[in-house]
């Protein structure tokens, strides 16, 4: 199993900054793509941002101009910086994984998830 790691959740007033980080370990073979999601009360869990192995990117449109993911394919480990924090962006922020896995010549796709982790915006 592949484990995740993630800190820089936190309580932060509006225009405030964090830094996520998320860090894979365990049964590492190919990482494909690592992102994060966030879900807020009352609503779908949805995807802020996402990076593939070789860099591309994509954001919500909530949050452009304002996050920025980051990939450390050396360590394994994706960073989301967040600026300009508004109240709608508190949610619980997850950390997904996507990692081809194999086996007796055949290879799929496989998905692990951080438990997540809350950030708060105040007015």
């Known amino acids: 199993q592949v484990q995740l790691v993630e800190s820089g959740g936190g309580l932060v007033q509006a225009g405030g900054s964090l830094r996520l980080s998320c860090a894979a370990s365990?049964?590492?073979?190919?990482?494909?793509?690592m992102g994060w999601y966030r879900q807020a009360p009352g609503k779908q869990r949805e995807l802020v941002a996402g990076?593939?192995?070789?860099?591309?990117?994509n954001y919500a449109d909530s949050v452009k101009g304002r996050f920025t993911i980051s990939r450390d394919n050396a360590k394994n480990t994706v960073y989301l910086q967040m600026n300009s924090l508004k109240p709608e962006d508190t949610a619980v922020y997850y950390c997904?994984?996507?990692?081809?896995?194999?086996?007796?010549?055949?290879?799929?796709?496989?998905?692990?998830w951080g438990k997540g982790t809350q950030v708060t915006v105040s007015s």
């Open positions: 990076i593939t192995t070789g860099g591309s990117t």
């Open positions: 997904n994984v996507a990692q081809t896995e194999g086996q007796y010549g055949s290879t799929w796709s496989s998905y692990y």
């Open positions: 365990g049964r590492i073979f190919s990482i494909d793509a």
